[in-house]
């Protein structure tokens, strides 16, 4: 017996279906809101409104838990590697040896860039952010027709998968060598994921660069905790792009363009400004707290707050304590790290802060550590991106799998002018 609300309207009853996802979660199903009664739901912002049904990634926000097909996120960034969290989220499980091996393998095939590719680079200026190269140059790629765009199986899929996540990170790394004027580093086809990436960014002709340990774990578990977060903006962005029938490519393009901002993933680049210019500009905690509760100062506590959770981001607890092993394994101090520790602290006891529930996210913590790895600031959210990439593809293929998938089309309420006359320009 399906459980439902009643709605009553112009004094008439309507039952509206009451969906339970896993957890216990519960859904009014308003699909036929419209039909049925003539009205829409209007939630601007989408605070109150589900998009869709997904089983790939879990957050009970009130309790501060994420799950990504059911795993807990602190298992699988202590455990698990990078390209494994990205097949688990891609195809649905944690993948068995064989599997890895496969994957890993479609991985080191994919990871070049086409040898006319190369040449965009050039055409970039040198100052160009790194975030406009990278989603001009991921949609590029289907410029170069391969066989991944014009997906048509499970195995030309897998291709497509592979070769958008190795691609992303060799992109970033070129761009990053582009801008500093050094010779463009090939993937290495001994290193994993995440070693890889930083043998693309830091080595040189004359001197590899070899990753400690601490700072490969850093950086995959860093990679690992951003990889998927349900329906944010930007994997949003990417499903609504799939939903007209857009491939692969212009889709998690598209995904790049909405993280960007400094409300999502753009969020990272700016605490690490906010603490710099306190620390550069000695401005006392208490203050900037108090700018930041001032609505008029414009001014933001960059790093707090969520729209989901009103409890403590798993992931910030976490990147919080690898930002302390790491910088101690580096034998490193990094004045911004106590800075942050301050604000948090004082933000906590803050009521403007706790009666909004507002805590630390993702991004208050992961600058520390891309700063210690040696990270350029402009490129904080290319790696988000890179991050995020499994999960903007996981989400393509859950709408492109879904038969009864229909393109995404919100309603709205119309509130300007009414019927209005054309008028001669004479008469304006
Ligand atoms: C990410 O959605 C995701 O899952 C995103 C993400 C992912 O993995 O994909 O988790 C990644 O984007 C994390 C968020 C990074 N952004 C920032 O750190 C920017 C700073 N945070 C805020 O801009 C804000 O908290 C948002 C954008 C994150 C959430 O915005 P909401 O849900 O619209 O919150 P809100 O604006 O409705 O805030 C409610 C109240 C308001 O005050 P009142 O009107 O009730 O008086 O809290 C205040 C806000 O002014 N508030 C803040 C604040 N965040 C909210 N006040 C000061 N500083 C802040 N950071």
């Known amino acids: 017996m399906t459980e439902t609300a009643t709605l009553i309207i112009d004094g008439r009853s309507y039952e509206l279906p009451v969906l339970t996802g896993t957890e216990g979660e519960r859904a009014l199903d308003i699909s036929r809101l419209r039909s049925r009664t003539g009205l829409i739901t209007l939630d601007d912002s989408y605070a109150n409104t589900g998009s869709c049904a997904s089983q790939i990634t879990y957050i009970d926000g009130e309790n501060g838990v994420l799950r990504y097909r059911g795993v807990p996120i602190e298992d699988l960034a202590a455990r698990s590697s990078f390209v494994e969290v990205a097949e688990l989220l891609i195809f649905g499980e944690l993948p068995d040896d064989e599997e890895r091996a496969e994957f890993r393998d479609l991985l080191t095939e994919n990871s070049a860039l086409h040898r006319d590719m190369r040449k965009h680079f050039d055409g970039f200026p040198a100052d ?12 590029a790629i289907q410029a ?23 691609k992303t990170r060799t992109i970033a ?3 990053y060598k582009s801008h500093i004027g050094q010779p463009i580093a090939y993937p290495r ?6 070693e890889n990436f930083l043998h693309m960014m830091f080595s040189v ?7 400690t340990p601490e700072v490969a774990h850093a950086l995959n578990m860093f990679l690992v905790l951003h990889a998927d977060h349900e ?9 609504m792009v799939a939903s007209g029938g857009a491939n692969l490519f212009t889709s998690v393009s598209a995904g790049v363009n909405a993280l960007w901002g400094p409300l999502h993933g753009g969020a990272n680049m700016a605490v690490i400004e906010m603490l710099e210019s306190i620390h550069e500009q000695g401005t006392p905690v208490a203050r900037y707290i108090d700018q930041a509760k001032d609505k008029k100062s414009g001014v933001k506590l960059m790093g707090f707050g969520h729209r989901i959770y009103r409890n403590f981001d798993p992931r910030a607890k976490i990147l919080k304590q690898a930002a302390d092993d790491l910088l101690e394994s580096m034998h490193i101090t990094d004045p911004l790290l106590d800075i942050a520790r301050q604000v948090e602290e004082a933000a906590l006891a803050d009521d403007y802060f706790r009666e909004r529930r507002l805590y630390p996210n993702v ?5 520390i550590i891309l700063r210690a790895i040696g990270i350029p600031l402009d490129m904080f959210t290319v790696l988000f991106a ?10 393509w293929k859950e709408i492109h799998d879904n038969p009864d998938q229909r393109i995404h089309r919100p309603r709205q309420l119309y509130v300007g002018d009414p019927l209005t006359e054309w008028l001669p320009m004479g008469e304006r």
């Open 363 to 367: 991004d208050f913590y992961s600058g």
């Open 189 to 194: 086809y001994d290193l994993p994921y995440a």
């Open 128 to 139: 160009a952010h790194p975030m406009a190269i990278l989603s001009a140059m991921i949609n």
């Open 231 to 239: 329906q944010n903006c930007s994997t949003s962005t990417v499903r």
């Open 173 to 175: 790394a070129a761009s």
């Open 386 to 395: 890179i991050g995020r990439t499994p999960g903007w593809i996981a989400h």
């Open 144 to 166: 170069y027709d391969l066989p991944e765009i014009h997906i048509t199986d499970a195995g030309g899929f897998r291709r497509a998968a592979a070769a958008l996540i190795a």
């Open 205 to 211: 002709p004359y001197r590899d660069y070899e990753a």
